[in-house]
C-alpha cells in the first residue's frame, strides 16, 4: 500500500515561505497569483492492503509525528499501484 | 543544585549551558544523553541549542520522541525545573510541554545578533534574578524563532502571564523593528502555566562571564540556583 500525506501551514498562520515564493512569482511575471502556501509531502510505503487500516494508521502517524497541529494542517491520499 | 545538560546528535551549546552551571556558578552538573532514560536525580534540567537530528521534518520534532524526553516529561510533570534554549525551545513545544509554535523567520534568514529583551514576569524561578520590567541584551542565533499560535491561545497565553521575555527595543518598548523573527506578540520566551518549565529563543549561555563583554544572562541561571537552594531550605525547615 503506499500513500502520500500533504502537509501544509494553515491558513491563519503566517508563512514566509510562501510569501516569498509568491512574490517570486510575481516578479517573474506571474500575475494573477491569489496565495503560495509552501508545504511538504512524504510518499509512504505500507505493508498489507487495508485501506481503512493504512488510513488510519497514516492519520496516527500525521498526528503523532509528520504534522504540528499548532500550525499545520494535512491530508492522506491512498495512491494506486506498486512502487516503480 | 543537580543540573542535567541533555545531549541530542546535532546539539551545540550544551558545552556552553554547562560551562556556566559547573565553572561559573559552581553547580554540580552533568550531561545527560538523548538515549539515556533516567534523569539522575537532577532538579534541573537543560535542553541546549543546536539542531538536534539536523533539525529534519521540523525543529525539534524528532528530538521530541527520543527516549530522554519521556524522563524529562515525568520530571516536568512532578514540577521539576525544565529549562529549553533555543532548539531546547523548540524541542519543548514539539514535545507539547509549552504551547505555541515556531515557524521559519519572517525574513527567511538565519539572524545572529544581539537583541534587547523585556522581562516581563520576576516571580518565576528562571527570572527572581531581574526585575520586572528590565531590559536586557541577549543573542539570538536561530532560522526557525518564529512563535506563533491561534489568536485565542495568545490571548489565553497573556491573560494567563505566560509570556517571559518580549523582543523590544533598547528603551524597552515595542517595535517591528526590535522584532527579529516575526513572532506574534514579540515573544522571545514562554512557561508552562506550572511555572516550571520555560522556553525561550535567546541564548543566556552566551553572555554570562565578563570575558564575553555580556553578564546580562547570568541571573536567570544564579537566580536558578538560588530559587533551587531556597525551595530546598523551606523545605528542610
Known amino acids: 500500500m503506499r500513500a502520500r500525506v500533504t502537509v501544509y501551514p494553515r491558513r491563519e498562520i503566517l508563512d514566509p515561505q510562501g510569501k516569498a515564493i509568491h512574490q517570486a512569482l510575481e516578479r517573474i511575471g506571474f500575475a494573477g497569483v491569489r496565495d503560495v502556501r509552501a508545504g511538504k509531502s512524504f510518499e509512504i510505503e505500507l505493508d498489507g492492503g487495508d485501506a481503512a487500516a493504512a488510513e488510519r494508521l497514516l492519520a496516527e502517524m500525521s498526528e503523532k509525528l509528520l504534522v504540528n497541529p499548532v500550525v499545520e494542517d494535512y491530508t492522506v491520499e491512498l495512491l494506486p499501484g506498486e512502487p516503480s | ?237
Not at chain 2, 55 to 62: P, Q, W
Open chain 2, 1 to 237: 543544585m543537580k543540573c542535567g545538560v541533555v545531549v541530542f546528535p546535532g546539539s551545540n551549546c550544551d558545552h556552553d549551558v554547562y560551562h556556566v552551571l559547573k565553572h561559573v556558578l559552581d553547580q554540580d552538573a552533568i550531561f545527560l544523553w538523548h538515549q539515556d532514560e533516567d534523569l539522575r536525580d537532577c532538579e534541573l534540567i537543560v535542553l541546549p541549542g543546536g539542531f538536534s537530528y539536523g533539525d529534519y521534518l521540523r525543529s525539534g520534532a524528532v528530538a521530541a520522541h527520543s527516549p530522554v524526553m519521556a524522563a524529562v516529561r515525568r520530571h516536568a510533570e512532578a514540577g521539576g525545573l525544565v529549562l529549553g534554549i533555543c532548539n531546547g525551545f523548540q524541542i519543548l513545544l514539539e514535545a507539547g510541554l509549552l504551547p505555541g509554535a515556531l515557524r521559519p523567520n519572517a525574513s527567511l534568514r538565519f539572524v545572529c545578533r544581539d537583541v534587547h529583551l523585556r522581562v516581563e514576569r520576576d516571580d518565576l524561578p528562571f527570572t527572581v534574578g531581574y526585575r520586572k520590567g528590565e531590559v536586557v541584551r541577549i543573542p539570538i542565533a536561530h532560522a526557525d524563532g518564529n512563535y506563533q499560535d491561534r489568536d485565542e491561545a495568545l490571548d489565553a497565553l497573556e491573560a494567563a502571564g505566560q509570556v517571559v521575555f518580549r523582543y523590544v527595543d533598547a528603551a524597552g518598548e515595542l517595535a517591528d523593528s526590535a522584532n527579529p523573527n516575526g513572532s506574534a506578540r514579540a515573544i522571545a520566551g514562554v512557561v508552562n502555566s506550572g511555572g516550571n518549565v520555560l522556553g525561550m529563543m535567546p541564548h543566556p549561555e552566551r553572555c554570562a562571564e565578563d570575558i564575553l563583554g555580556n553578564t546580562d544572562g547570568l541571573a536567570l541561571f544564579s537566580g536558578l540556583v538560588g530559587a533551587a537552594a531556597a525551595q530546598l531550605g523551606a523545605g528542610v525547615a
